[in-house]
């Protein structure tokens, strides 16, 4: 009975259930992903982050959702020579990221054959890699529903916290683990009219009721005490931390920490930077990343109230040391400046693509082979992609700087099957 009464209530929810849509949850490997993304505020400056809130990934990691319920009819099939940026960029140097992708890849018909090639050419050059990806793939121009070729590429990287083991009087502010009592279900696995909507909370009296909000955590007697996987000494850097889903926290004695997603409260989502511009706090042109903490440093009292208007809170658990960048949603690690978050109902979770953008905030071309190797929540479209600028203060400022329009090719090996059937 107490199975029935969840899935009877968890359906009532369901229809105003707040979470972006996500595909079936699959039983998860030993580390989650990176995560994903919603905008900081619901209007956009040249520099400001718009799409920045990783919190709710669309897929598990390596999972690979069934070609019927993506959309690749938005991929048209062009000659290599219509690809902007072959010949200008140098591919060799997305190599390692490809060789990444074939860790999720490699058993998985049709893309067998290109990485056990991938796997004999341990440092091609340049023109290896050209000749190499001529060889086993075919380019694909996405396109939008309308049937244009342009669409939004934003910017989101890895930030850097102080933090400790212990908490201390300077490293006071906790950064949780995934709590034992959070449940996670699936709709669609009983009600397929729901599929790709999951639903999170907690058992009260045989009931499914909401986990606890922002505001009902970040108190001193947290009902997640015990749950703390490090102390950090900022709580603007921590709330940055759960929007990018990812980062690392510097120890004092040296060591480096690496900390990705672990899962969600289930909350909706608010945006702060749209509560300060309705407040009349910031103007649209000021409610960036930056313009947000630099808001806080001078409004210390108000910070916390401002915080708790968002009830989304994220989870962390720690990744194994020596990782060379964050998990994205295709289970492997993300490198940076080659690797793309994409919608994955268009674009194939580890397929090869050419973007032609412009750098941040800029005019210059950028213009390079990257990888499908993550999602976000705010990243949906065909023509729609963020791109991974690293870790430290730098890549924040030009992933805080990136709302550019950009234009993107999927590679897909020869004889992939929707091309085969006709449903470009």
């Known amino acids: 009975m107490m199975k029935r009464s969840i899935w009877l209530l968890t359906l009532a929810l369901a229809a105003c259930a707040t979470q972006p849509a996500a595909p079936p949850v699959q039983t998860p490997p030993a580390i989650p992903p990176a995560a994903c993304a919603c905008p900081l505020a619901e209007e956009a400056s040249p520099i400001q982050i718009p799409d920045v809130e990783r919190f709710v990934p669309p897929a598990e990691p390596g999972a690979i959702e069934p070609a019927q319920t993506r959309e690749y ?43 056990e090639a991938a796997a004999q050419m341990p440092a091609p050059g340049a023109d290896e890699v050209r000749v190499y990806l001529m060889q086993y793939f075919s380019p ?8 244009s070729n342009t669409g939004l590429i934003t910017g989101y990287y890895e930030p850097l916290l102080r933090g400790s083991r ?61 749950n703390e996987l490090l102390w950090v000494d900022d709580i603007i850097d921590l709330f940055f931390l ?19 997603y672990a899962d969600q409260n289930g909350q909706p989502y608010q945006s702060i930077g749209k509560i300060l511009i309705n407040r009349g706090e910031l103007t649209a042109d000021k409610a960036s990343m930056q313009g947000i903490k630099n808001w806080a440093r001078a409004n210390i009292g108000k910070v916390r109230d401002l915080l708790n208007s968002n009830p989304s809170y994220v989870f962390f658990r720690e990744l194994p040391a020596g990782l ?17 978050a994409v919608d994955s109902r268009y674009i ?47 890549a924040g400022r030009q992933a805080g700087a990136m709302k550019q329009q950009g234009r993107m090719w999927v590679l897909l090996p020869k004889g992939y099957a929707f091309a085969a059937s006709g449903k470009q």
Not at 73 to 101: I, T, Y
Not at 248 to 260: A, F
């Open 73 to 115: 009819r938005l991929l048209r099939p062009v000659e290599w020579a219509k690809v902007e940026g072959l010949e200008s960029d140098n591919p060799a140097a997305a190599w390692k990221a490809w060789l990444q992708s074939c860790q999720a890849l490699r058993k998985q018909d049709p893309w067998k054959a290109a990485c």
């Open 140 to 147: 694909y121009q996405v396109t939008n529903p309308d049937g």
């Open 166 to 226: 212990q908490k201390t009087e300077r490293y006071r502010y906790p950064v949780y683990s995934r709590p034992s009592d959070l449940i996670t279900v699936d709709l669609g696995s009983v009600y397929p009219e729901l599929a790709s909507r999951r639903l999170r909370g907690k058992l009260e009296q045989n009931r499914l009721s909401p986990y606890f909000s922002r505001g009902e955590i970040e108190v001193a007697n947290s009902p997640l005490a015990g």
């Open 242 to 260: 759960q929007i990018q889903g990812s980062g690392l926290v510097q120890l004092d004695h040296g060591q480096q920490v690496h900390v990705g």
């Open 324 to 340: 060379p960048g964050p998990l994205g949603a295709l289970g492997v690690p993300i490198l940076a400046e080659r690797s793309l």
């Open 348 to 394: 194939p979770l580890g397929a090869p693509v050419f973007l032609s953008t412009t750098q941040p905030n800029s005019a210059r071309p950028l213009q390079r082979l990257m990888l499908a190797q993550d999602t976000g929540g705010a990243i949906k479209g065909a023509v729609r992609a963020d791109f991974f600028w690293g870790a430290g203060v730098e």
